[in-house]
């Protein structure tokens, strides 16, 4: 079974700072990773995956992760963050090479406040 | 694309009622996912289908839950009898069956069950 670690359950900063949110994983096989966000009443939507290929994946909003195997991990990464990116922030996994469906493990969110 | 609908978006009900939470999946999209949220457990995937079949229902907390999903275009989430600790905001996902496919949400029906 696969399963995600966000340690940080909330980060504040202030805004134009740079954040990292942080997300391991435990995995016995190989598996694509996702960063979602989901804002104030409303869905998850996606910001970025990491399939294969570049191990640096650039998302939407400015926000990029990326995969390090060895560390299994897959930190989000803003430069500059505005406060509009107040959200929260999920990091899910799934296995590569199942058949039956696309199901995702999902960490426990980190709630990212930014401050003026 | 409408993206994916769900109804009611709110629904306040008594314990005891039964309650229908709905789902319309984004056209061509094959698996679909409900999932519950809360404060105190965070997201928690339900059941999932998979060309209308269920597939893993392994999170369904008991079995005053059922879901059914008789077509590509629908599928209800159904609690009966309810109860106040089903008070929660569920979703419904849906994506293609590819491995790197992205789900995607529908913005969720908030449940209060007084």
């Known amino acids: 079974a696969q399963s995600v670690t966000q340690l940080d359950s909330q980060v504040p900063v202030f805004e134009e700072a740079p954040v990292e949110l942080r997300c391991n994983y435990s995995s016995s096989v190989s598996v694509y990773l996702f960063w979602y966000v989901q804002y104030p009443n409303q869905g998850l939507q996606l910001l970025l995956k990491y399939l294969s290929g570049s191990t640096l994946v650039k998302g939407i909003n400015g926000f990029e992760a990326e995969f390090n195997k060895s560390q299994t991990s897959f930190h989000l990464r803003k430069p500059s963050v505005h406060i509009s990116d107040t959200a929260e922030y999920f990091c899910?996994?799934?296995?590569?090479?199942?058949?039956?469906?696309?199901?995702?493990?999902f960490g426990t969110g980190t709630q990212l406040k930014v401050e003026l | 694309d409408a993206g994916v609908i769900q109804s009611p978006r709110h629904e306040v009900t008594e314990m005891g009622q039964e309650v229908t939470l709905r789902c319309k999946p984004i056209s061509g999209h094959n698996s679909l996912f409900w999932y519950r949220q809360t404060m105190m457990r965070g997201l928690e995937l339900l059941i999932y289908f998979n060309n209308n079949v269920p597939i893993d229902d392994s999170g369904m907390p008991e079995d005053r839950f059922s879901a059914k999903m008789p077509n590509a275009s629908f599928s209800t989430l159904k609690i009966q009898p309810s109860e106040p600790r089903d008070s929660a905001v569920y979703f419904c996902?849906?994506?293609?069956?590819?491995?790197?496919?992205?789900?995607?949400f529908g913005p969720g029906t908030r449940l209060l069950v007084l």
């Open positions: 899910a996994v799934r296995k590569i090479g199942t058949g039956g469906g696309n199901k995702l493990t």
């Open positions: 996902a849906t994506s293609g069956t590819g491995g790197g496919e992205t789900q995607y």
